[in-house]
């Protein structure tokens, strides 16, 4: 009986980890720039939109991180936790 060779196909591969690490610094440090804005509306804003302002602020850096590391997650819908049993050595 013959053994399947798993073929795998390049539209698959994930990207490379400069690629993937670049686009993760590229999204945190845009989300630092929100908050940065958001720090300086809290200064120029009037009282009810300035604790708008403040409350973005504050609760940016737990979404820029989350948000920054996203990817290259380690299973996929095609990955399989138990793992097949290696053959024999005859």
Same mark, same amino acid.
């Given at each position: 009986?013959?053994?399947?060779?798993?073929?795998?196909?390049?539209?698959?591969?994930?990207?490379?980890?400069?690629?993937?690490?670049?686009?993760?610094?590229?999204?945190?440090?845009?989300?630092?720039?929100?908050?940065?804005?958001?720090?300086?509306?809290?200064?120029? $804003? *009037?009282?009810?939109?300035?604790? &708008? =302002?403040? !409350? #973005?602020?504050?609760? $940016? *850096?737990?979404?820029?991180?989350? &948000? =920054?590391? !996203? #990817?290259?997650?380690?299973?996929?819908?095609?990955?399989?936790? &138990?793992?097949?049993?290696?053959?024999?050595?005859?």
């Amino acid at each position: 009986m013959a053994k399947k060779k798993k073929v795998f196909e390049i539209t698959n591969a994930p990207l490379a980890l400069t690629r993937d690490q670049s686009a993760r610094q590229k999204r945190y440090f845009i989300s630092m720039m929100i908050r940065t804005a958001c720090f300086i509306l809290t200064v120029v $804003l *009037p009282s009810p939109y300035r604790w &708008i =302002a403040l !409350a #973005g602020a504050a609760g $940016l *850096p737990y979404f820029a991180v989350v &948000i =920054a590391n !996203a #990817g290259r997650e380690t299973f996929s819908r095609d990955t399989q936790i &138990i793992q097949e049993k290696p053959l024999p050595l005859d």
